[in-house]
């Protein structure tokens, strides 16, 4: 066997220790403890609109995509010292440095078709009058939820909207 053979299993042995894979950037084995001693997963926005999303949590990692929307929310499914693993409301998954994510709630209006407008309701109660009608990939600041809905506003609205319709906020989830 040669030296170089033996330095690599070397390497492999004692990241299977650590619990990492060189080059990978991912835990061997993924768990709910956070570095951060947050809950994983939750829910987060993009603190700028240029936020590099890497392969892995390094800048050694290539960067796969960048974001150019501040406000979107993402998904926090894993945390490596100070990066973030998210998902975003499409699926796409990345690791982001964690100063590039702000705790302030947003959330995507999601319908089943594009052309569908979800209504925005005055109340928390589909009888009330509907104040909007909003497209599918709204982005919305999320004020509060209780009970399957949530208060949200945006550029030239605020409202009502059943909790369902939104892609950053679990179901029944209280958002106070």
């Known amino acids: 066997m040669g030296l ?7 390497v492999m042995a004692v990241a299977a220790m650590l619990g990492t894979i060189p080059g990978s950037g991912h835990a061997a084995k993924d768990s709910a403890a956070a570095t951060s001693g947050l809950p994983i997963p939750r829910y987060v926005s993009l603190k700028s609109d240029h936020v590099n999303v890497r392969a ?9 995509w960048v974001y150019t929307r501040s406000g979107l929310p993402v998904e926090i499914t894993a945390e490596f010292e100070n990066w973030r693993r998210v998902r975003d409301s499409e699926g796409s998954e990345g690791w982001v440095y964690h100063s590039m994510l702000s705790g302030r709630r947003t959330a995507v209006i999601t319908m089943k078709s594009k ?6 309701y005055d109340r928390p109660d ?3 009058a ?10 919305a600041q999320v004020k509060k939820c209780s009970n399957g809905w949530c208060r949200i506003t945006g550029n030239g609205f605020d409202g009502f909207i059943e909790q369902q319709r939104l892609w950053g906020v679990y179901a029944d989830e209280k958002v106070e």
Request: charged letters at 25%; proline letters at 6%.
């Open 130 to 139: 509907v104040a909007a009608k909003l497209q599918a990939g709204v982005v």
């Open 56 to 64: 892995g949590p390094t800048k050694d990692n290539d960067v796969a």
């Open 126 to 128: 589909s009888q009330s």
């Open 4 to 10: 170089g053979l033996r330095r690599l299993r070397a």
């Open 115 to 120: 052309e569908e407008l979800a209504p925005l």
